[in-house]
């Protein structure tokens, strides 16, 4: 297994061009049919067994407080003892192989110790996102029991309270502070900084995440020994990262995208890692930290990107920045322009799911990219897209429904179930298909672009709307910071499509400016396209890793509705302007 790593770090290092990619694919073909061993740990066999032993010296992990500026550094070496200590805790108290832990701390060295620890000890991670209400954390303690929870100190009165209601009783409850019937972490110094990697098998259970729940209750998405430490070597080729990178990911841990991109991505590499520990979003102090500190590959979602590029970063030295990538839901064309002009770099968009690694994107090797398009399937994918009937699309920028096929071969990257869910399961593998719930379509040079979550699409009349790219065309103009698009009811055309507009810092609604609006739209979409309501607003619904929950914008619009609530001051409909009556209709 070492030699699959090895070969992706001289493949990272190669430049970023045709032979490249044939390279890379070269390589998934190979690991796409090789049989996996039958026991793999990744922490002692790739952490320990490769970095450590070759580059124990180097900086695994640089963490700085934007707020306070506090800085902590730790070397492979130092990285892997800590997490040794953590493991050693564990097991002092009695914690084995297949028990979970959950954890629900912020941006902190900590959070990558316990993660390093878990799959070295075969501990199921159950990532915990530090926004959780009681009630959601009574539902999650209901239906997977703590063996071990870590928490900072803020939170130990409501997890303590969930665990009484669903009366758990964990073997250890570790603080990152100080908590009467908790264990302060600093006591994890006292341990021994080396231990003994578990015997995991190569289909052992060891990640459950809870689904973001932007549809429905959250689903426990189960990930193996393989599925991710192995799968995430598409992330670290999508990325490009290089050994001699520093790599940085704008997430919280509490997410898969940060398994992803903080964790797994620069450490299957034996880049340096890197965390920014922040309470509300400082895109200034930000921008400062991503430069004071040299990072080469910088990761983010689309809520951080509409920030920055409203930032007057004139007086900082990006010259170190060498990639910037988007990820989480795909970044209308106009954010990517403005980027570029600010650092001189282009964000390339890619595409996955809590339930796989990086499946499709703008690989190093594709060039100069089209703006808007999410690239190109990985090579560890065998993805297509599927009709209503489950046939394959065959024509160019027809939309259909992104599948991955798993009759020629199922990617490593794969998730195995979603645990305690047949019936989850049965609706998403199909046939010789999963579906991952998106669509998509492919122009006819391969290109590929997002179209929207299945249940995002907007049924207007006979039409299939998009809403991601009337989100795109309201981008363009200049007052829009941000656009939010969903389907209304609407007794003549079933939905209507409602645009919700976040302006720019000193630009006010008002009736005229939402004439401009539909004017510009017109001039760009096709006319079942255009928004037929805009609504003026200063935020929209967002889960944590930054995607639009437009699921709950349609709920308000279906609930007032029901209710004949008053309509918003600041609402205006398309058919309320005759100046656009010699329009498109």
């Known amino acids: 297994m070492e030699n699959l790593y090895r070969e992706v770090m001289d493949l990272n290092m190669m430049e970023d061009n045709e032979e490249k990619g044939a390279v890379a694919k070269a390589f998934f073909d190979k690991l796409n049919h090789m049989e996996m061993p039958e026991y793999f740990n990744w ?10 032993k070759e580059r124990g010296d180097k900086n695994a992990l640089v963490w700085v407080d934007i707020h306070t500026k506090e800085n902590r550094n730790f070397t492979y070496k130092e990285f892997a003892a800590q997490g040794n200590r953590c493991l050693n805790k564990l097991r002092q108290a009695g914690v084995e192989k297949g028990d979970n832990l959950y954890m ?4 902190v060295p900590e959070t990558w110790f316990a993660s390093y620890a878990c799959i070295k000890g075969g501990i199921v991670n159950v990532p915990t996102a530090t926004t959780m209400t009681l009630r959601e954390m009574e539902f999650r303690f209901q239906t997977y029991a703590p063996d071990v929870v870590i928490a900072a100190e803020t939170f130990t009165e409501l997890i303590d309270e969930a665990l009484q209601l669903t009366k758990s009783t964990p073997k250890v409850k570790i603080v990152l502070g100080s908590k009467p019937g908790w264990v302060s972490y600093s006591d994890l110094e006292k341990e021994p900084a080396e231990a003994e ?4 098998k190569a289909d052992d259970l060891l990640f459950c995440f809870f689904t973001s729940g932007t549809t429905g209750l959250p689903k426990r998405v189960g990930h193996t020994a393989t599925s991710y430490p192995v799968g995430h070597l598409s992330t670290a080729v999508m990325a490009g ?5 520093i790599h940085h990911n704008l997430s919280a841990p509490g997410w898969a995208k940060w398994a992803w991109s903080s964790f797994f991505a620069p450490l299957n590499v034996g880049a340096t890692a890197t965390g920014f520990n922040f309470t509300a979003l400082d895109g200034m102090a930000y921008m400062e930290c991503l430069t004071n500190y040299k990072v080469s590959v910088f990761c983010a979602p689309p809520t951080a990107w509409r920030v920055f590029i409203n930032l007057d970063t004139s007086g900082l030295d990006f010259s170190n920045l060498r990639q910037s990538i988007g990820a989480g839901e795909p970044l209308n064309p106009e954010i990517i322009t403005q980027w570029e002009r600010l650092t001189g770099t282009y964000i390339r968009d890619f595409y996955g799911q809590t339930e796989s ?13 089209r703006k808007g398009s999410f690239g190109a399937p990985s090579f560890m994918y065998d993805v297509t897209l599927v009709d209503d009937d489950g046939k394959e699309v065959t024509e160019p920028d027809e939309p259909g429904y992104i599948v ?7 990617a490593i990257g794969l998730f195995t179930e979603y645990i ?4 989850k399961m049965a609706g998403v593998f199909i046939g010789d298909y999963y579906y991952t719930g998106d669509r998509g379509s492919i122009d006819k040079d391969g290109y590929w ?5 299945s249940d995002d699409v907007i049924k207007s009349s006979d039409y299939r709307v998009g809403p991601f790219e009337v989100e795109s065309a309201l981008m363009e103009h200049q007052a829009v910071a941000e656009a939010a698009v969903v389907g209304v009811p609407d007794e003549k055309r079933h939905q209507l499509v409602k645009a919700f507009v976040i302006l720019k810092q000193g630009r006010e609604p008002s009736r005229e400016l939402a004439l401009d609006m539909f004017k510009h739209t017109i001039d760009i979409l096709a006319k079942f396209k255009i928004p037929r309501i805009i609504e003026f607003v200063t935020e929209v619904p967002k889960t944590l890793s930054g995607k639009i929950r437009r699921v709950e914008l349609r709920e308000r619009e279906v609930e007032r509705q029901d209710t004949k609530a008053v309509a918003p001051v600041m609402e205006f409909y398309y058919w309320d302007f005759p100046e656009l009556s010699s329009r498109k209709n």
Request: proline share 10%; hydrophobic share 45%; no cysteine.
């Open 404 to 410: 991955v096929r798993l009759d020629r071969w199922r």
């Open 420 to 423: 305690g869910n047949p019936e």
């Open 197 to 200: 990697p578990a015997p995991t």
């Open 357 to 369: 690694t990086a499946m499709i994107g703008n690989a190093p090797w594709m060039g100069k990219m």
């Open 241 to 245: 990262i290089r050994t001699d990178d």
């Open 104 to 107: 629900m701390v912020p941006i």
């Open 43 to 52: 922490a002692g066999e790739i952490f320990d067994g490769l970095h450590v």
């Open 449 to 453: 672009w997002f179209v929207g979550r």
